[in-house]
């Protein structure tokens, strides 16, 4: 199953990855031909009324992965952060979505409070990753979160299967990017930023549109209530303006 996941990150000719966060959109998305699916998990804690990157999520995206088992299609995990900082506890939750058949997980270093892990932490998390036959995604959130050094943490994560560094968007920077590390580079989809085929010229491997259909979906259903009532079309919501409708990280 990682095999065939790992084939589909050929850098120039990108894989796009959609995200879904509930069975419904992951069905959709399957119906349009998507070989891949990945899960976005501030989609799955708005779902839920729960926090975005705080670990408090772990049961609910346990059972979306098995769900989607069902569509026929292969399924990459956003696990956030392991929901631990215990490699033990990290390694026992990708045997268990490897044994359900997931083909990725994405794990990434930022913290809710922003803050990063320790690199140390998170190289021994991303080794607790590996060896159970899924693509581990490593995901830095130095240009996310404005803290730290990109290229110090990507080649730190060189014993994950791809690196992930979402909120790149000069395509210079992205092109030394993929120069600087021979694992496959993951890069977020941001409306106004670089296209696919832009963002294929510099040799990225992988497009993931992380919480966009989400945020898409919920204007979307916005915009028909305003064509009800004969109002102005919403726009999109930012990563913020869901979160900040979320509780609070305990």
Same mark, same amino acid.
């Given at each position: ?10 850098? $120039?000719?990108?894989?796009?990855? !959609? ?14 031909? #998507?070989? &891949?699916? $990945?899960?976005?998990?501030? $989609? ?8 975005? &990157?705080? =670990?408090?999520?772990?049961?609910? *995206?346990?059972?979306? &992965? ?7 299609? /292969? ?6 952060? =392991? #929901?631990?900082?215990? !490699? ?8 268990? /979505? ?11 270093? =930022?913290? %809710?409070? $922003? ?13 607790? &990753? ?16 404005? *803290? ?9 994560? =060189? ?17 030394? /990017? ?15 930023? !670089?296209?696919?085929?832009?963002? %294929?010229?510099?040799?990225? %491997? ?6 966009? /259909? ?25 990563? %913020? ?10």
């Amino acid at each position: 199953m990682s095999e065939n996941f790992r084939e589909l990150h050929r850098p $120039g000719d990108p894989l796009l990855l !959609p995200n879904a966060w509930d069975y419904g959109s992951a069905a959709l998305l399957a119906r349009q031909g #998507f070989a &891949a699916i $990945g899960t976005t998990s501030l $989609g799955v804690s708005a779902v839920h009324g729960k926090p975005d &990157a705080g =670990g408090a999520t772990k049961a609910e *995206t346990v059972t979306l &992965a098995r769900t989607l088992m069902s569509l026929g299609v /292969l399924v990459s995990v956003d696990v956030e952060g =392991g #929901f631990s900082d215990d !490699p033990e506890r990290v390694s026992e939750l990708v045997a268990m /979505l490897a044994g359900l058949g997931v083909a990725g997980v994405n794990l990434e270093d =930022g913290r %809710a409070d $922003g803050t990063l892990r320790p690199i140390e932490t998170h190289q021994a998390i991303i080794e607790a &990753a590996t060896g159970h036959g899924v693509f581990v995604n490593a995901r830095t959130d130095t240009r996310w979160l404005g *803290t730290g050094d990109t290229l110090e943490r990507v080649r730190a994560y =060189g014993h994950a299967d791809g690196v992930f560094v979402p909120a790149m968007s000069d395509l210079g920077e992205i092109a030394r /990017l993929v120069e600087s590390t021979p694992l496959p580079v993951n890069i977020l989809y941001q409306p106004g930023g !670089p296209s696919l085929a832009e963002l %294929a010229g510099v040799g990225v %491997a992988r497009v993931s549109t992380g919480s966009l /259909l989400y945020r898409a979906s919920l204007r979307g259903a916005l915009a028909e209530l305003r064509a009800v009532q004969g109002g102005p079309e919403p726009g999109l919501p930012s990563y %913020a303006d869901i979160t900040a409708m979320l509780p609070e990280p305990q």
